[in-house]
Structure formats: structure tokens, C-alpha cells
């Protein structure tokens, strides 16, 4: 055989070779089901492919099975950008194929349609369909459109019953106290601090009233007492003020100055006189920037200070009665009562703790003291004190 018959055959062997390799090289499988791996379509490298998912459409909180052909383990499910809460998944095996049921909640989403979106491991499957979500919230109105802290608003429209949404004035977030499917009631909020604000619900969508809300302007009923010693607490009595667990405070004036205040509560303010002046005084509270001065004034009187003209024990110890005799030793305001007091050699003030308290008499009892020695006992009745010359000899055992 000749070289050239010898070149002739190897050529032939190696061109059939070639062509028995090409018919064993696989197809790729047809495309199918939704998007799925990166991007391509069809099932991943674990055989898993987004078939469906049912029902197509349905309210927040509503319940939606999304099928799958193979095992899915370690999932995620997404509507649109809103996370969605997996209840469950089960896989089943019918003639060799591997199914998978997941079980989610309609998530509190934005969006009116969508798709959804599962996260298998690091493999992300969008359906081809997108799902729609009913009964669609709307705000119709609020009313009555006016009203003071602590009142109760009627809000009317549809919404999510089985959810509370979030209500607020402007940015100030409101108490929900009950709702359903067609109306809410909310509280005006303590902490408000606008006298016009918009009201916002958040439910599966943000919504703003188109009118405004128009906060009262606080409303001063009285000032008890109306004549009062410096020192002494005074009350205003009214309604709309700020309450006790609000993050802000009234602003109350004394003439044009800020005093210092204690909300009692939404009807209630109580006042510290100490650092006024004798005389009279308008009062007014402010509240979201809405003033309302009292009709009547404070009238601030100085308190006659006590006086004392013995004690009635020259050695004392731990727990001894001690009588202390005198003149206005009583306080005109009992939610401040008189007090009785020595400085310690320690420099701590010690307080005797009061048994009885007439305008002419206190008996007290004497505190546990550091040590033996002398010791001057002070009485104090809202901002006047006096002190006893003559001390007392304490023992300390």
C-alpha cells in the first residue's frame, strides 16, 4: 500500500470519529417556567423550576401556595421589594418527581401588582406572572375635624381589619383604640406639636387626609387657690394640656415669664410659686403654639413665718419625741406640710419624721445622727424657715 492510500484511510477514520462524537453531545432542554439561575430561564442545577402560584390576586395577609418541580430548602419569598413571611414548605415525590409547596402570607406591601420573587439557596426565581392585591385601602375623611388632646377621632374609608395600621398628626404618631374594616378611632396624640397637621395612615399604603386638622387651643377653667402663699403649689384646672407621659412639656407663664410645671394629667397643671414675686399674676398656658391666657389672676401673698418658742427635750437619741411649741407652724397648703430638720455632722440635712402638725405644735421623731453632739433643729412652712437657738444634745450609742 502506498503512502497516499495510507493518508487517505487515517483521514477517513479521523472525519467518521468526529461525526460519531457530535451525535453523542446532549440537547439542551426546552425553556420553561419562570426565571430562574442568572437570569436564563428554565430550572437550575437542582432540577428546580417556579411553576405557579395561587391565587393570582388577594388582600394583605392572605395566604398564597407557590408550586415547584424539585426540592427547595433554605427559602425566601419576596412581593416585588416586600419581604413575605414563609409559613411552610412541603415536597412530595410522585412517580420520581420531586414537588415543592410553599406556603406564604401576603405581605403589608406597597405595591398594587407584582411579582413575586423566591430565593432558593443563592438562586433567585421570579414569576412570570405578577400577583394582584385586593381591597385596596382609602382614607375618605376624619371627623370631627377639630378637637383637644385626648379626644377621640373618628376616621372613616376602608381598610385592613385584621392589621392596626399606623396613624399620625403630622409626624407624631397616634393611638389606634379600635378599628375595622371601615373605620378607626384614634386619640389625639400627647405628644402633638402642631396646631394644623395632616393626618397620615400607613396601611399597605401611605395615605394623607386632604383636610387639615385643627387642634382647640387649651381652655383654662381655674386657678385653685386664686389667692396663694410664695411657695405654695397652685393648680390650673382646664382641659387640652399636655399630658403627664408626653416627651414635651406646656409651656406656662407666669406674667411673660416660664415657671416651672408638673402635668398632671390632660386637665391638670400644677405650678411651683417659690421663685415668684408678691403681687398679681397672669397666668396662661401655651400648647402646640396655642396660648389661652386665665381670665382671672394669681394673687401671690408672702407666708407668715413660723416661729418657735421651745422644744420640749434637751437630750435626745435615735427614735426619741421630740415637741416642738410655737406659732404658724402649719402649712396653708397641705400638699407641701411643714418640715423639721437638723444638719448633720456629716453635712447631711436629716429630716425628723412629723407624728402631729398643728399651727402651735409638731411632734416629731429625732433621726439616727453620725454622732453625739450638739444639733439645731430648723422648721421650715413653704419658703420660710426658722431655726431654734437653743440646740439639742444628741447621743449616739
Not at 453523542?24 to 423550576?49: F, M, Q
Not at 405557579?52 to 394583605?60: D, L, R, V
Amino acid at each position: 500500500m502506498n503512502i497516499r492510500n495510507v493518508t487517505f484511510i487515517l483521514m477517513l477514520g479521523l472525519l467518521i470519529l468526529f461525526s460519531m462524537c457530535k451525535k453523542d453531545t446532549a440537547s439542551p432542554p426546552p425553556n420553561t417556567g419562570g426565571n430562574g439561575g442568572n437570569g436564563g430561564n428554565g430550572s437550575n442545577n437542582n432540577g428546580l423550576r417556579f411553576v405557579s402560584f395561587s391565587p393570582e390576586s388577594g388582600a394583605i395577609g392572605d395566604t398564597v401556595n407557590i408550586n415547584f418541580t424539585g426540592y427547595a430548602n433554605n427559602i425566601s419569598v419576596n412581593f416585588g421589594n416586600t419581604p413575605a413571611r414563609v409559613l411552610s414548605f412541603n415536597t412530595t415525590t410522585t412517580n420520581n418527581v420531586q414537588s415543592t409547596v410553599i406556603r406564604v402570607l401576603v405581605p403589608d406591601m406597597p405595591d398594587t401588582t407584582t411579582k413575586i420573587k423566591v430565593k432558593v439557596d443563592t438562586v433567585l426565581f421570579t414569576s412570570e406572572k405578577s400577583f394582584t392585591r385586593t381591597n385596596i385601602p382609602q382614607f375618605s375623611g376624619f371627623s370631627p375635624a377639630n378637637g383637644f388632646i385626648g379626644d377621640t377621632i373618628t376616621i372613616t374609608g376602608t381598610f385592613y381589619e385584621r392589621y392596626t395600621p399606623d396613624v399620625r398628626f403630622g409626624n407624631i404618631r397616634a393611638s389606634v383604640i379600635s378599628n375595622d374594616n371601615k373605620t378607626m378611632k384614634i386619640v389625639v396624640p400627647n405628644d402633638i406639636d402642631n396646631a394644623t397637621p395632616a393626618i397620615t395612615v400607613v396601611d399597605g399604603q401611605t395615605m394623607t387626609s386632604t383636610t387639615l386638622f385643627h387642634l382647640k387651643a387649651p381652655v383654662i377653667d381655674s386657678i385653685t387657690p386664686k389667692t396663694a402663699y410664695i411657695g405654695q403649689t397652685v393648680r390650673i384646672i382646664g382641659k387640652g394640656f399636655l399630658g403627664p407621659f408626653s416627651s414635651t412639656y406646656n409651656n406656662v407663664y407666669l406674667d411673660n415669664s416660664l415657671v416651672y410645671n408638673n402635668a398632671e394629667s390632660n386637665t391638670s397643671i400644677a405650678i411651683n410659686t417659690k421663685n415668684a414675686s408678691l403681687g398679681s399674676h397672669t397666668i396662661a398656658v401655651e400648647v402646640a403654639g396655642l396660648k389661652t391666657v386665665a381670665k382671672d389672676p394669681l394673687s401671690l401673698i408672702a407666708p407668715v413665718p413660723p416661729v418657735i418658742t421651745s422644744i420640749l427635750e434637751d437630750t435626745v437619741t435615735n427614735g426619741t419625741t421630740i415637741e416642738i411649741m410655737g406659732n404658724h407652724l402649719l402649712s396653708p397648703a397641705p400638699e407641701m406640710p411643714a418640715t423639721v430638720t437638723t444638719v448633720d455632722q456629716d453635712g447631711n440635712i436629716r429630716n425628723f419624721r412629723i407624728q402631729y402638725n398643728a399651727d402651735n405644735e409638731i411632734i416629731a421623731w429625732v433621726p439616727s445622727l453620725s454622732k453625739t453632739g450638739q444639733y439645731k433643729i430648723t422648721v421650715t412652712v413653704l419658703s420660710s424657715s426658722v431655726t431654734y437657738s437653743k440646740p439639742l444634745t444628741y447621743l449616739s450609742y
